[in-house]
């Protein structure tokens, strides 16, 4: 082939199996890892779903589900990418043979699907903040709602998600180690920072305690067995983590071969939660405190960009410094898990194809701004892809890497694990795991989330 490619190996595959980039250190890919786990799943996400009531039987299944489930999925999939050094669309052919092809193909569509809806709320964010800081917050109730339909509709909503489009491209085009891993090192330190500041400053808010009895510790033991609250369990843990679609094979592809999978998992998913949990601390006291239940119920998507806005005006000057520190961190947060989910598309067209990363780069940010419009001009629309790429095919993902690297190709994960120094004892209970409780948890879990969806959409 002629110049384009020229520095590239040449033609399909020739560079399979060796990624030509890597991150500069263990901690490099933890911090990107957890960039990635860290976004708007966890602070519009959780607040969207804790929102649509379960209480602590939310809580309590998505933080078991985190454990027992998404844990030895993320490892699964850290082995899948790392010991085959490929991309998402090829990983699993050279780990379990043609057979497995479709699943690279729903990595594909699941990571794109995702993230061109996600982008579109990327965009509301950084509306959001780019008012708080230029004009200010909106006065009351009303003047919220007015400004949130202003700017999930329309041009405004438009314009944002092909910003947020373009800023994403920009940094998965700068590399995974210029551009991924320096946005993360940054960015995930300054982000708990700032949480925690929110998370003291919340906590002294007069209707604090009764934010977090309404919607995180009020306990109904009959919301265990609750349908919507069993698919929300499953829907956020997957999607906060970040697990089943290919994104954290991507990363992991670039891994060192003697990092310790395991230890950077467990790393990765002890802090996603910790996120999850904290801006749902800063949340719901605001929701309680300004008496803004009713906005919460009315439209829960809008939670966050309603509720949170009105309860800070309250706060007069101090409130407007709140809203910026708070909608700059959900946008910082927002950026470095879009990356990954760009990352899916590009790392396979550059894995398959031999492509040069900018142009693997700008094709899959022209498809994927294309895919995304439906949703920036409809709220409807995002709510529904959310639950189809973002739930169903998520779990879907989750499910078929259980069963690839505990079924499919179990030698696989317990050569790589144990020539990096993981003891066998934890290597066998993971396989336990990945074998018996993650494919069973997730059959069951998936059954009752498409039977809860079916009703759900029948209904509205
Ligand atoms: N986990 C991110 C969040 O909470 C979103 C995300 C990034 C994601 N990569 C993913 C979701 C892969 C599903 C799969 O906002």
Redesign the pocket.
Known sequence: MPSPISEQPAGPGQNQGHPTESWSSSLGFVLAAAG???????LW?FAYRASQGGGLAFVVLYVAIVLLVCLPVLIAEMVLGRSTGHAPLLAPITAGGRRWAPLGWLFMAA?VG?LSY?AVLMGWTGRTLLHALLVGLPADMEASKAFFASISSGGSALLGHVLSMALTGIVVAAGVRAGIERLSRWGIPLLFVLLLVLLIWAAGLPGAMEGYHTFLLKWDASKLHDATTIRNAFTQA????????G?ILAYAAYLDRRSAIPTEAAAVVTMDTAVGLMAGCVTFPLVASFALGDVVSSSTVGTLFIALPTGMASLGGAGRVVAVAFFGLAYIA?IT?SV??LEVPVASLIDRLGWRRPRAVWLGVAVITVLGLPAALDTGVLERMDAVF?GVL?IVGGLLLALLLGWGSPGRLRQDLQASGTPPALVGSLLWLLRWVSPCAISIGLVISLVDLARSWAGG
């Open positions: 990635s786990a860290v976004g708007l799943g966890n996400g990571a995702i996600y997957f999607f906060s983590i970040g697990a089943g679609i994104a927002a898990s990954s989910l973002g998520l």
